[in-house]
């Protein structure tokens, strides 16, 4: 024979099992009791007073859960209102800042173009003085060279 069935044979009603809360926050009375049974080796009987402190702690913990959601829902209001202030307070500034920069900008490029184009003209200039020194200093090496060449076929002949 079951214990069930013991138990109903004796004459001891089953006591009617808790509901399990159907708002889905908090522990159920079954997990309670569960706990209590592993931490304290307190077994807990479905219709002990302790058992009040289930319905009152998930109300509780609904109406934190409830409270969090509306200052959440505030607070993505009151930055979405902040950032959308700061965004078009940026665009503005920046559209006052392009229309006050775009004019010396382009002074400003302007002028260091031509300066940067005048010292590359006068580069250019310098390169090709160098050139034309290198040319010479080429010519003259190979007169040089000749002239050694020259001298020593020369000083060969009159000794030999």
């Excluded at 007073?49 to 969090?68: E, G, K, R, T, W």
């Excluded at 173009?113 to 200093?137: D, G, I, P, T």
Aim: hydrophobic share 45%; charged share 20%.
């Amino acid at each position: 024979m079951s214990e069930a069935e013991t138990s109903e044979s004796q004459g001891h009603e089953k006591a009617p099992a808790a509901p399990i809360l159907s708002d889905g926050i908090g522990l159920s009375y079954e997990e309670i009791a569960q706990e209590l049974t592993a931490k304290s080796k307190t077994i807990v009987s479905a219709d002990d007073p302790i058992l009040m402190m289930v319905p009152i702690c998930n109300a509780f913990l609904a109406q934190q859960q409830a409270l969090q959601d509306r200052h959440k829902m505030a607070l993505a209001q009151v930055m979405a209102d902040k950032t959308d202030s700061f965004v078009q307070s940026v665009q503005k500034a920046v559209e006052e800042l392009a229309n006050t920069l775009t004019f010396s900008t382009v002074e400003s490029l302007q002028s260091s173009f031509s300066a940067q184009q005048n010292e590359m003209q006068q580069h250019e200039k310098v390169l090709q003085q160098h050139k034309s020194n290198m040319a010479w200093l080429a010519a003259i090496t190979t007169v040089s060279a000749l002239v050694n060449v020259a001298v020593f076929v020369g000083i060969f002949l009159l000794k030999g």
